[in-house]
Nanobody, 120 residues
């Protein structure tokens, strides 16, 4: 069983930055691709970004494309989501997920989430 643990969430003012981390307990063929998602109160979960571990294939949602980037550290089994120029509408619980395809929906494992709150 693969465990994913997110960290790095917190409260920040609009315009600020945060870096989220997601550590995978192990890597298998089912964790070839890592994704980030978010869910705001009263809204459905939405895709934010995905990448394979080589970072050869990376995809960022249009809504955050100019402000968020995704990167990884293979040696630490860790994927990062760097968020800049944060806006109040970025407030949500952010989840990382692991899967085996470059999909915005199909993932095998999910983390517990980390809260990001952006104040105006």
């Amino acid at each position: 069983q693969v465990q994913l643990v997110e960290s790095g969430g917190g409260s920040v003012q609009a315009g600020g930055s945060l870096r989220l981390s997601c550590v995978a307990s192990t890597r298998t063929w089912r964790t070839t691709v890592m994704g980030w998602f978010r869910q705001a109160p009263g809204k459905e979960r939405e895709f934010v970004a995905l990448s394979d571990w080589s970072e050869e294939h990376t995809r960022i949602a249009n809504s955050v494309k100019d402000r968020f980037t995704m990167s990884g550290d293979n040696a630490k089994n860790t994927m990062y989501l760097q968020m800049s120029s944060l806006k109040p509408e970025d407030t949500a619980v952010y989840y990382c997920a692991a899967g085996s395809t470059l999909s915005e929906t199909d993932y095998h494992y999910w983390g517990q989430g980390t809260q990001v709150t952006v104040s105006s």
